[in-house]
């Protein structure tokens, strides 16, 4: 379910002072009830609604019931009979919807998969933008805030080449690392999704808000799991991290001090199952320290996107080689790459001079063409400046 209009400018919103409320508004709606509790946690919300069916039945609960669930105590149950004393979920509902804002829950078609495999999936999320199926297929890009030449260099370099190859890029709309692959990401025309750890009437930082209006304006979404006002803290940061270790396929960290909270989010991401890469540093900069003791663990080295392709397998734009021809779903190219691909008949070897020569092309579009197909893994180079479709 969700509660949406059309994405508006941000900016706009946070100046208007006031919004309607509609008229009929859901209170009962699992979305009110994490309005209501926000305090508590996915967990303990889960276990109420699992205890009494529905978010109605838990507001409306008495106390005596309500302690009967694990990890409920006195405070909890008093706060929650009395929600309507310190929350205005119809409010609340209201303002997302003026300023375009979506509020999905767990049951939402919409809602990412591989979250919602996470024992601690988060109640509902307010989304800016859209969240489409192609998310689906997520590599999270996290790092420090305070970076180095070589980290952002590190971080553009992959993460342009993993959302050129069909990837979203997840991150944390942070400073520095966070920063540098929302825009690689963008850059490449590929899609991204920010997850912050704010409400979204409360974006931090306040300097990134051009950038994730460029994000949430048709490139992928910002997220928050927070109601629209709450304010970014020691607490909320965590939180917004268990998102973007558990959104994604994997996690890249291309770089870290030992004590970044970047490794926090992949050890989350390790205890989700998904597989670790890391960027290594010289091993004389604290910077990379992170990073280098991520490696000493266990994750994987990486230097070139190709190293994370690989591991991945097939590309989220590859044709699947278990369909049938006829049904394979063909990739929906930029011209130039089309062109080159169509000109490359299954089966045979084609040299590079041979596809300038039947595409028209110049030689640089076609070996920047024959580069990019190779990312989606749509043909494989051979020797002698030769090529053939996989």
């Known amino acids: 379910m969700a509660w949406a209009s059309r994405p508006r400018p941000f900016r706009s919103c946070l100046a208007s002072p006031s919004f309607p409320i509609p008229s009929p508004c859901p209170p009962a709606k699992p979305s009110s009830l994490s309005t209501s509790c926000h305090p508590f946690g996915p967990v303990r919300i889960t276990r109420l609604l699992e ?21 409920i105590g006195p405070e909890t149950a008093k706060l929650i009979t009395s929600w309507q004393d310190h929350v205005d979920p119809a409010k609340e509902l209201a303002e997302a919807a003026e300023r375009g804002i979506a509020i999905i829950t767990r049951e939402d078609p919409s809602y990412p998969q591989h979250l919602l495999q996470a024992y601690d999936a988060p109640i509902l999320l307010y989304v800016w933008g859209e969240i489409t199926a192609r998310d689906r297929h997520a590599i999270s890009v996290v790092g420090s805030r305070r970076t180095t030449s070589y980290g952002i260099n590190a971080t553009r370099k992959l993460t342009y ?35 912050v750890g704010s409400g979204l009437a409360r974006l931090y930082p306040p300097e990134n808000l051009a950038l994730a209006q460029k994000i949430a304006d048709g490139n992928g979404a910002v997220i928050s ?31 870290c001090p030992a004590w970044s909270g970047s490794l926090i989010t992949a050890n989350l991401a390790s205890e989700y199952g998904k597989p670790i890469f890391a960027v290594p540093g010289p091993i004389d900069k604290p910077s990379s320290a992170g990073c280098n003791q991520l490696i000493r663990d266990g994750a994987t080295l ?48 084609m040299a590079v001079n041979t596809l300038i020569e039947s595409t028209g092309l110049p030689s640089s579009a ?21 090529f053939i479709r996989r």
């Open 225 to 255: 799991e927070f109601p629209l006002h709450r304010e970014p803290d020691k607490q909320t940061f965590p939180m917004r991290n268990r998102i973007v270790a558990a959104w994604c396929q994997a996690v890249l960290v291309t770089e």
């Open 51 to 71: 205890a009494f069916g529905d978010a109605e039945s838990v507001l409306n609960a008495p106390a005596k019931s309500l302690l009967r669930v694990e990890g």
């Open 366 to 386: 076609v070996t920047a063409a024959l580069f990019k197909l190779e990312l989606r893994r749509l043909v494989r180079p051979l020797p002698g400046f030769r």
């Open 302 to 349: 990486v230097s070139d996107a190709s190293h994370i392709i690989d591991d991945m397998g097939e590309l989220p734009f590859a044709r699947n080689a278990a369909v049938p021809e006829k049904e394979s779903a063909q990739p929906e190219l930029p011209p130039e790459e089309a062109a080159v691909l169509a000109a490359m008949p299954a089966g045979d070897e």
């Open 161 to 195: 080449q993993l959302a050129h190859a069909g990837f979203t890029i997840v991150s944390g709309l942070a400073r520095g690392i966070d920063t540098a692959a929302h825009e690689a990401a963008l850059a490449a025309k590929g899609r991204t999704i920010a997850v």
